[in-house]
């Protein structure tokens, strides 16, 4: 008798009596100790629950050869887009399934490539993970970050790029920062926060980030302290020097607000004062370069899908440009368009703008005073990304992918409008059996949204097919056109895979995200919702064939909608979720998505995200579908508590047949720097889960 063939038995989860008061609203939490992912009880928990997890998959014959063919298909050289600093290049490879991607530098881009850095070899198992670089100016040193175990904390060294060798530098407690190198090379700029307790480093608050210079060869002791806010403790700062080396731009960030401040310091004038240019939360600035005192900005003011302007900053610093009185503080340099604009850059004296036309890639060039000069031609509809590079450069790199085409790398030259591969990967499957098409979809308010379907050609539309619907629906984050090895294994086994592009992600810009966001919340589950009833209407698929899947805010998406809707699906397949919407705020950097999500307690905002809470909408007796959800015990992003208590609730009220499920990755975290051979086991476990409960033939 296999394990299908009886009903599942879940380890005994017990109770506590607790309970918090929501604005005269008792809420009760009894798996709270959960909480707690250090206590000798909730490791206990993990290891049971995980023995059932991987018990019932190991029963599933088709998993073997799903992850035989999952690591066939991965088996291929994977190159990262080419940059230069100094008179060397440098670039990412991966030869096929090495656990990290390698760092690479040559002299020219045909000279001899050497290693730079393998992180492969700085743990036995892959979990130690190449985080952030930074390289000097004259491309002579580099600074570089390392993660392990998955977790958002790095450590900063500085290596030889000759030599190979580490300088003395090791610099401590970084989260969310890069660094930005001073044109001398004697040192660099950074963001931490004190030093954490360490036994509780994963689950506590993060406050009050500081930004630093640190001079080479000194003890991080003695680093300097260039700007700090002890009256701002949400207040985080991203610094980067500008290309002609005279000013940092600081970057003042709050939470994932998408509205931010812009300072500077004039680095010719070491005892010069941060001066605050733009002191208001009311937009997104982002810098793109300088001419002397012109400085260019990508913002969402008074034009949310995105513009260009100038400020000139030897005139009295305009502090807030929103606002009727904003006239003569800035200069428009290219007006707001149809399209999204994604990024923008300056190369070969040219603004080179990214843009997002019904989520895929347009790119266009305009000259400095954003006149229009012509769209650069891309393979298809896909997305491109890319473009770096300097100022007076006169070619670039990008890299191409779509839900078909693996990422190819081309070497554009701006002068004569020439595109070239440089870099095109063998991967073990044909694209051309395969075809993708957009569709726009009506929501449940009539709002038309966007979405992919990628499947085989000749696709039989009988509601049979077993279908794959992602989202993720928030922060301002567009799902674009993007390949991925694990989606040609679904599709292989006859799957249909649809993206949908949902209300709270930046498709559309900022109007786009703000829909989803708050108060609007319930309208990105409500598209998904429609997405979903539209594959099953167009006869794409049905309840028993769909499955609904998610990461992160992806994985709320995904609680919610099953816990709303939970005769719609055949699975679903929650990853690091936000599960529990009233505790969020307590762990880590959850205080920040306050912006995104609105705060419990706040009396007008608590109703609404009680309304949609996965943990807190759980019925008993009511058949939710088959579920599987995964986290990692080092998610010092989303604390893996979310999941536990969500799995353990679920397990709880399940009153259908179903499997509930919970997969928890050890010595991982929300996913950056996850190893290759931990992706291919989540994944196979997942395809596997997916094969048995949507009744797929392989």
Known sequence: MTQFDRPLIYPTTHKTDVSDDYHGVKVSDPYRWLENPESEETQAWVEAQNAVTFGYLSQIPAREKIKQRLTQLWDYEKYGIPFQEGDRYFYYKNDGLQNQSVLYTLPSLDGEPKVLIDPNTLSEDGTIALGGIAISEDGKLMAYGLSTSGSDWQ?????????????????????????????????????????????????????????????????????????????????????????????????????????????????????????????????????????????????????????????????????????????????????????????????????????????????????????????????????????????????TFYA???????????????????????????????????????????????????????????????????????????????????????????????????TACLRGGGEYGESWHQAGTKLKKQNVFDDFISAAEWLIENKYTKPAKLAIAGGSNGGLLVGACMTQRPELFGAALPAVGVMDMLRFHKFTIGWAWISEYGSPENPEEFPTIRSYSPLHNLKSGTAYPATMITTADRDDRVVPAHSFKFASALQETQGGEKPVLIRIETKAGHGGGKPTAKVIEELADEWAFLVRELDIKV
């Open 155 to 395: 450590e900063w060294k500085v290596r030889d790029v000759e030599t190979g060798e580490d300088l003395s530098d090791h610099l401590k407690w970084i989260k969310f920062s890069g660094a930005s190198w001073t044109h001398d090379g004697k040192g660099f700029f950074y963001s931490r926060y004190d030093e954490p307790n360490e036994k509780t480093k994963h689950e506590d608050v993060n406050y009050y980030q500081k930004l630093f210079y640190h001079k080479l060869g000194t003890s991080q002791s003695e680093d300097i302290l260039i700007y700090e806010r002890p009256d701002q403790k949400e207040w985080g700062f991203g610094a980067g020097v500008t290309e002609d080396g005279r000013y940092l731009i600081i970057s003042v960030w709050l939470g994932t607000e998408t509205k931010n401040l812009i300072f500077y310091k004039d680095l010719t004038a070491p005892e010069s004062r941060v001066v605050e240019l733009i002191s208001e939360f009311e937009a997104e600035y982002s810098f793109i370069d300088n001419d002397g005192s012109l400085f260019w900005f990508q913002t969402d003011l008074n034009a949310p899908l995105g513009r260009v302007i100038a400020i000139d900053i030897s005139n009295p610093p305009p502090l807030s440009l929103a606002g009727s009185d904003s006239q003569g503080k800035f200069t428009e340099i290219i007006p707001e368009a149809a399209e999204t604009l994604g990024g923008i850059g300056i190369l070969n004296n040219q603004f080179i703008a990214s843009y997002l036309k019904d989520a895929y890639t347009q790119i266009k060039i305009f000259n400095l005073e954003g006149c229009f000069v012509r769209e650069i031609a891309l393979p298809g509809i896909g997305s491109a990304g890319g473009f770096g590079g300097k100022r007076h450069d006169t070619e």
């Open 400 to 498: 191409y992918t779509s839900f078909t085409a693996p990422n190819t790398i081309y070497r554009y030259n701006m002068v004569t409008d020439e595109s070239t591969i440089y870099r095109k990967p063998n991967v073990d499957f044909d694209p051309e059996g395969y075809e993708t098409k957009q569709v726009f979809y009506p929501s449940k308010d009539g709002t038309r949204v966007p979405m992919f379907i990628t499947h085989k050609k000749g696709l039989q539309l009988d509601g049979n097919n077993p279908t794959y619907l992602y989202g993720y629906g928030g922060f301002g984050i567009s799902l674009t056109p993007s390949f991925s090895v694990s989606r040609i294994v679904w599709l292989e086994m006859g799957g249909v895979y649809v």
